[in-house]
Each structure stands twice: as structure tokens, then as C-alpha cells.
């Protein structure tokens, strides 16, 4: 009979010293280390890249070199600005989520006190179909940086630091067959890792290559 596999907590190291730099994520976080001085009167930054590039890790980055700053998922119509001005901009996408003139009052308050902006997403924001003029000049104005696909060195380190993480113990045989195997991008590695972790569990089996097979069996 197989266990069940149970979603148990992990603390995922989300701090400098663990975010993995490659050719592909280089530049963002050289952008990143710019601050305090990002160009432009609305000191904003605008980071691109697929869901699982690194995004929020670099944000978390950002939130750490200050002493107090929010984070943002959505804002609503009348939302008024929270203080001190240092703003994360989550998946911003232009939809209802996002209400146009609650985010032109963060840009705003952002630029009368001095503080900065940190935007979150696929695209550039200054692509999306904003309504508002003013915010969409604003828009078109954020720095950019972007977040290229991994390669394979990249797609090694992601996987290890994800069993890391979850302290379990990936035999560098195995993380070559993945990466040699696996789509390159980095939902895969979420995918493909995730789908192997609850492949152990369920079979009580260490992580392996033979284990690998089957996920990728299931996943074909």
C-alpha cells in the first residue's frame, strides 16, 4: 500500500546568499543592486520573467534592504496609500484586480516622499492596455529588467535547492538525468520536482533515477 504523501511545511531560504545567479538573472539582480539610485522623478522597477524565474525572491531581496515597506497582490477603488512608500507590485497585470486609480495614487505617494517601487511581471508593464493616461505614461516610464529562460547550469542549481530545501537528498546523478530530460523553463522545475517529492513519500523510496522514470512517465 502506498502512503499518502502529506503537503508538509518547509521553510523555503528566500534570503540573498540563496538566490542562485546565472547568465539569464545576472542583469536583474544588477538592476536590483542599483537601488537607491534608480533612474527617473518615480524611483520603479519593473522585473520580468516567467511564474518561478525568481521574482519574488529578488523582491524579498529589495524588502530587505529596507526597514519597512508593502507588498502588494492587488488594490482596490479608494485604497489609500500606506506609509513609508516603498511598494511591491505583485503579478500587476491590467484587470479589475488592480484598480487604475488607486495604483496611480501608490505611484504618487511613491514619488512625493522619496520612496520606490518594485513591479512584478510577465510582461512589461508599460505593454499593458492601461485605461488611465496618466498611468500609463507612468508606466512607460519604470526601469526594466529582465528575467531570460534558465540554462542548464541554472536548472541544475534550481532543483538542488529545492530538495534543499526540503532537506532531501538529491544524488547529483539524479539531478543530471532531470535536467537532461525536463523542459527548460522554470515551471518545469516546480513541476518535475514537486512530482518526484510526492513520488518518494508515496513509495517510501529514496530520491533516484529509477524514481525519476516514473514521474516522467506519468508526466508524458
Known amino acids: 500500500m502506498k502512503q499518502l ?11 540573498r546568499a540563496d538566490f542562485i ?5 545576472a542583469l536583474a539582480l544588477a538592476s536590483l543592486d542599483q537601488w537607491p539610485e534608480w533612474p527617473g522623478s518615480c524611483r520603479a522597477l519593473n522585473l520580468i520573467g516567467p511564474s518561478g524565474a525568481g521574482k519574488s525572491h529578488l523582491a524579498a531581496i529589495w524588502q530587505a534592504m529596507l526597514e519597512n515597506s508593502h507588498h502588494f497582490t492587488g488594490v482596490t477603488a479608494g485604497q489609500i496609500p500606506p506609509e513609508p512608500a516603498f511598494y511591491v507590485l ?9 484598480d487604475e486609480e488607486a495604483l496611480f495614487h501608490l505611484f504618487n505617494r511613491s514619488a512625493a516622499d522619496n520612496g520606490g517601487l518594485l513591479l512584478l511581471s510577465q510582461i512589461p508593464v508599460g505593454q499593458m492596455e492601461w485605461r488611465l493616461p496618466d ?4 508606466m512607460r516610464a519604470v526601469n526594466i529588467a529582465q528575467i531570460d529562460l534558465p540554462d542548464d547550469d541554472l536548472l541544475y542549481a534550481l532543483l538542488d535547492k529545492y ?11 539524479l539531478l543530471t538525468y532531470l535536467v537532461g530530460r525536463m523542459e527548460r523553463s522554470f515551471h518545469a522545475v516546480q513541476t518535475v520536482a514537486s512530482a518526484l517529492d510526492r513520488r ?3 513509495e517510501r523510496k529514496p530520491l533516484s533515477v529509477a524514481l525519476a522514470r516514473g514521474v516522467f512517465d506519468d508526466l508524458a
Do not use: H, K
Open 5 to 15: 504523501p502529506l503537503e508538509l511545511p518547509f521553510r523555503q531560504l528566500a534570503g
Open 163 to 173: 530538495f534543499t530545501d526540503r532537506q532531501m537528498l538529491a544524488p547529483p546523478t
Open 200 to 202: 518518494s513519500i508515496a
Open 135 to 138: 498611468l500609463r505614461s507612468r
Open 90 to 98: 505583485d503579478n500587476i497585470t491590467a484587470t479589475d484586480v488592480w
Open 21 to 25: 545567479v546565472s547568465d539569464c538573472n
